[in-house]
């Protein structure tokens, strides 16, 4: 999209949180009920496709913060947590791939986790360690969208 000789950027796309646990948590997250997190690196892939586009990203890292207490979606109990942090976020931008990126990513322990709203097993994967899930993310989102992604 063009306005003038100006290229716009798009405002959004979907993304991939990297949330360490250093530590076994059980949290209540909402409709699914209660659920047992082990240490370990996790990875939540969601999308930014509306108006407000990635900042979606920084509400999460709001939450992360403890600067922001609503609970909206599954991700916001997770991160919600006093044990849990964001140590990466990749986006690509402007396109749709949520789900394809979610489904190449290692199955993560709760069913149903950002997903009730497609027909995705969960979008909350997990692994061993951080380098290897944010290695796996960036892999991931650059097959799935065909071009580079950005990361924080």
């Known amino acids: 999209m063009t306005r003038g000789d100006r290229r716009e950027e798009p405002v959004g796309g979907t993304y991939t949180l990297v949330i ?42 709001r939450i992360d913060a403890g600067e922001h207490a609503v609970r909206h979606w599954h991700i916001d109990y997770l991160l919600g947590h006093p044990d849990t942090r964001i140590v990466d976020v990749t986006k690509s931008r402007g396109v749709d791939i949520e789900c394809a990126v979610a489904g ?4 993560g322990p709760v069913e149903g986790f950002g997903a009730s709203d497609c ?17 796996q993310v ?15």
């Open 119 to 135: 027909g995705c097993r969960s979008h909350l994967a997990s692994g061993a360690t951080l380098t290897a899930v944010t290695e």
């Open 20 to 61: 360490d646990l250093p530590k076994p948590i059980t949290l209540d997250v909402g409709a699914l009920g209660p659920v047992d997190l082990p240490v370990g690196a996790y990875a939540y892939t969601g999308s930014a496709l509306g108006s407000g586009g990635f900042s979606r990203v920084d509400r999460h890292r």
């Open 138 to 152: 960036r892999r991931t989102h650059r097959l799935a969208a065909g071009r580079s992604s950005t990361h924080d």
């Open 104 to 107: 190449r990513l290692p199955a």
